[in-house]
Each structure stands twice: as structure tokens, then as C-alpha cells.
């Protein structure tokens, strides 16, 4: 979300949730968080791509997809194969980018949830050093596309991911100029398909081109109880003085596909109720996620920062705050 007034840097203390060097023949040393509290640290989660894939495949029964959502990906889509170099028609370029998205959030075949937060990846470097509270949470994959700050998330916030509008813009192009490239290249078109969908382990073992020839015999059932936001509210907030664009995300009111909001779900927690904005300082944008005593049962305000383009499997700050304002409810310290 955009920030509308740049505020003053952060006087708050910080705790570093990193990934530990190698010294000597010894194992990773933890970065230390407050008093020299481990913080934990790590990259991939080795089961979590397993994960994906055995879930990848839908049941079958009619696609729905949310009815803004879906407008959102057939415009981008129609501007992706205008432009493209190779031949492809609008249908064909919107169902190659529907296509992942099922098998990543949705194998009901209900409609993905442009809220939906990633609940395979329980590294410790994702979690409160503090451990405040089980749901203060930075869960890396986000949205319909589960863009992950690993790759294509990568400059994304949970904001601007979640918003399924501003992300079917990205991801329509990608994976559209990926497509073609396999093309122009002698690839076949389902070659092609397979080289567009490789971002998406979920895609791995076929489960996106049963998708793509689905949606080719039968269409997509357009759901208008799933709107641009999946349930998230946009807000504006204040913070140390500023003004900023946020999105609130609950996942109690997530729209569309919500077994991910099933505590059973995965190993990662479900993230409690926040906030999420970009901060800038000293030139640097960071994604911030913020999160309420009062949503999270906390005893203080706590945040979570990551620069944007680094891995939040690497780096996190986290931070004690009581500075967020939600003006537009009066929630918060206002």
C-alpha cells in the first residue's frame, strides 16, 4: 500500500530474526534478539514444496473464481496477449494465468482467496523471538498466486499481493512473456504451459494443465461473494506521525477458500489479525506487518519488518510499538 507522508525514522528498539553464519566446523550461530534471546533462522523448509504437490490436485466439479478477481485477470490477460510475441488468444492467455491458482489455494475447486497466507513454511525465523503470542506470524506466501518474498514476492508486501487487482497486472505479462518465450524457443504449447507454470511446485506434477484443459471444456464459475481484497479491508492508518494506506487481514473473514484458516491445516501458525503498510527509511522500503494487543493478546503493539527484495526466511525485525492508529475505526492508540 502506498505511503502518503514519510515519517520520522523508528526510535523503538528492534529484534533481528536472521539466518545464522557458518563459523568454523560448527553449526549455524543464531542471531540474537533482545537480551541475546535466539531468534532462530533457515531458508527453505524442505517438506513444504512437498506439500504443494500433494495437494496440487483439484477436485473435480465446477472452477469458481471471484467475480472482480476474475474481470482483474481476463483485462490483464486480453493487454498480456496483445502485446505478447508470440500467438495467443485472451481466453487462452487467461486461463494460463488462472491456471497455478487452484492448485496452490483452492483444491476444493472453490474460489481462491486473494487473503490467503501460506501455512507450510513454520521455519523459526518467521516467528516472534518473543514469543508474545502464537499468532504473531510472518507467513511468506501470500494471495491467490501465493507470491513469496523468496521469488516473484520478492518486492511484493501481503498488501499489494493480496490485492488481486495490482497482482493479476504482474502476473499476467510473467507468465504470459514466459509462455511465449518456450515458444519462440520450439517449445509445444503444452511445453510452454509447463515452462510458464515453473514459479508454482503446485504446477510440478501436472495439476495446472489438468486445470488449463478444464477451464478450456467447462469455463469458470464467477463467485461474487469474493471480492478484490478476499475480505482484507483497506484502511488508512497513522504512524509516527505519517499517513499510510493499509490493509487490515483478518483471517477469520477471509472470503472464497478458507481451509487454510483451519488451525489443522499446516504446520505454521495462523497469523492473528494485522496490519500491513510500506515504510520508508533512510531510502530503504520495507514491508510492514503490525499487529494490535487487542487482536493479537500480546501484552504491546509488536511489528514485523522486512526490507523489501530480501527473503523473510533471512531477515525479519521485530519490534514492541503502540504507535498505530487505524483511523479509520478508531482502533488502536489514536
Given at each position: 500500500m502506498a505511503r502518503?507522508?514519510?515519517?520520522?525514522?523508528?526510535?523503538?528498539?528492534?529484534?533481528?530474526?536472521?539466518?545464522?553464519?557458518?563459523?568454523?566446523l560448527g553449526g549455524p550461530a543464531l542471531a540474537a534478539g533482545g537480551d541475546g534471546v535466539p531468534s532462530g533462522g533457515g531458508g527453505d523448509n524442505p517438506s513444504a514444496d512437498q506439500l504443494r504437490r500433494e495437494r496440487a490436485w483439484v477436485r473435480l466439479g465446477d472452477l469458481k473464481f471471484g467475480a472482480e478477481p476474475y474481470e482483474a485477470v481476463q483485462s490483464a490477460a486480453a493487454d498480456a496477449a496483445g502485446k505478447a510475441d508470440c500467438e495467443i488468444s485472451t481466453t487462452a492467455a487467461t486461463n494460463l494465468v488462472?491456471?497455478?491458482?487452484?492448485?496452490?489455494?483452492?483444491?476444493?475447486?472453490?474460489?481462491?482467496?486473494?487473503?490467503t497466507l501460506s501455512r507450510y513454511d513454520d521455519q523459526t525465523s518467521l516467528?516472534?523471538?518473543?514469543?508474545?503470542?502464537?499468532?504473531?506470524?510472518?507467513?511468506?506466501?501470500?494471495?491467490?498466486w501465493q507470491l513469496d518474498s523468496a521469488g516473484l514476492?520478492?518486492?511484493?508486501?501481503?498488501a499489494t499481493?493480496?490485492?488481486?487487482?495490482?497482482?493479476?497486472g504482474k502476473m499476467a505479462p510473467y507468465i504470459v512473456g514466459k509462455y511465449c518465450s518456450a515458444r519462440n524457443g520450439g517449445a509445444t504449447a503444452a511445453e510452454a504451459r509447463?515452462?510458464?507454470?515453473?514459479d508454482w511446485h503446485a504446477c510440478d506434477e501436472g495439476a495446472c494443465e489438468s486445470i488449463y484443459q478444464r477451464l478450456e471444456a467447462d469455463g469458470v464459475v464467477k463467485d461474487s461473494t469474493v471480492d478484490r481484497y478476499g475480505g482484507a479491508e483497506m484502511r488508512t492508518c497513522t504512524y509516527e506521525g505519517a499517513e499510510y494506506d493499509c490493509l487490515y487481514v483478518d483471517p477469520s473473514k477471509a472470503q472464497g477458500e478458507d481451509a487454510w484458516t483451519s488451525p489443522d491445516f499446516g504446520p505454521a501458525p495462523v497469523p492473528d489479525p494485522f496490519y500491513v503498510f510500506t515504510y520508508s527509511e533512510s531510502g530503504t522500503d520495507y514491508e510492514v506487518r503490525y499487529w494490535l494487543k487487542s487482536d493479537s493478546g500480546a501484552d504491546t503493539d509488536v511489528s514485523a519488518s522486512r526490507e523489501l527484495g530480501v527473503n523473510a526466511r533471512t531477515k525479519l525485525t521485530w519490534a514492541a510499538e503502540s504507535g498505530l492508529c487505524d483511523t479509520t475505526?478508531?482502533?488502536?492508540?489514536?
Amino acid at each position: 500500500m502506498a505511503r502518503r507522508q514519510r515519517g520520522p525514522g523508528r526510535t523503538s528498539a528492534v529484534l533481528l530474526a536472521s539466518i545464522g553464519l557458518v563459523v568454523g566446523l560448527g553449526g549455524p550461530a543464531l542471531a540474537a534478539g533482545g537480551d541475546g534471546v535466539p531468534s532462530g533462522g533457515g531458508g527453505d523448509n524442505p517438506s513444504a514444496d512437498q506439500l504443494r504437490r500433494e495437494r496440487a490436485w483439484v477436485r473435480l466439479g465446477d472452477l469458481k473464481f471471484g467475480a472482480e478477481p476474475y474481470e482483474a485477470v481476463q483485462s490483464a490477460a486480453a493487454d498480456a496477449a496483445g502485446k505478447a510475441d508470440c500467438e495467443i488468444s485472451t481466453t487462452a492467455a487467461t486461463n494460463l494465468v488462472l491456471s497455478p491458482t487452484w492448485p496452490e489455494v483452492a483444491g476444493s475447486g472453490d474460489s481462491p482467496s486473494p487473503m490467503t497466507l501460506s501455512r507450510y513454511d513454520d521455519q523459526t525465523s518467521l516467528a516472534d523471538p518473543e514469543q508474545r503470542d502464537d499468532g504473531l506470524f510472518f507467513n511468506p506466501g501470500v494471495g491467490i498466486w501465493q507470491l513469496d518474498s523468496a521469488g516473484l514476492g520478492a518486492n511484493e508486501t501481503a498488501a499489494t499481493a493480496i490485492d488481486s487487482v495490482g497482482a493479476a497486472g504482474k502476473m499476467a505479462p510473467y507468465i504470459v512473456g514466459k509462455y511465449c518465450s518456450a515458444r519462440n524457443g520450439g517449445a509445444t504449447a503444452a511445453e510452454a504451459r509447463a515452462a510458464a507454470w515453473k514459479d508454482w511446485h503446485a504446477c510440478d506434477e501436472g495439476a495446472c494443465e489438468s486445470i488449463y484443459q478444464r477451464l478450456e471444456a467447462d469455463g469458470v464459475v464467477k463467485d461474487s461473494t469474493v471480492d478484490r481484497y478476499g475480505g482484507a479491508e483497506m484502511r488508512t492508518c497513522t504512524y509516527e506521525g505519517a499517513e499510510y494506506d493499509c490493509l487490515y487481514v483478518d483471517p477469520s473473514k477471509a472470503q472464497g477458500e478458507d481451509a487454510w484458516t483451519s488451525p489443522d491445516f499446516g504446520p505454521a501458525p495462523v497469523p492473528d489479525p494485522f496490519y500491513v503498510f510500506t515504510y520508508s527509511e533512510s531510502g530503504t522500503d520495507y514491508e510492514v506487518r503490525y499487529w494490535l494487543k487487542s487482536d493479537s493478546g500480546a501484552d504491546t503493539d509488536v511489528s514485523a519488518s522486512r526490507e523489501l527484495g530480501v527473503n523473510a526466511r533471512t531477515k525479519l525485525t521485530w519490534a514492541a510499538e503502540s504507535g498505530l492508529c487505524d483511523t479509520t475505526t478508531g482502533a488502536g492508540t489514536c
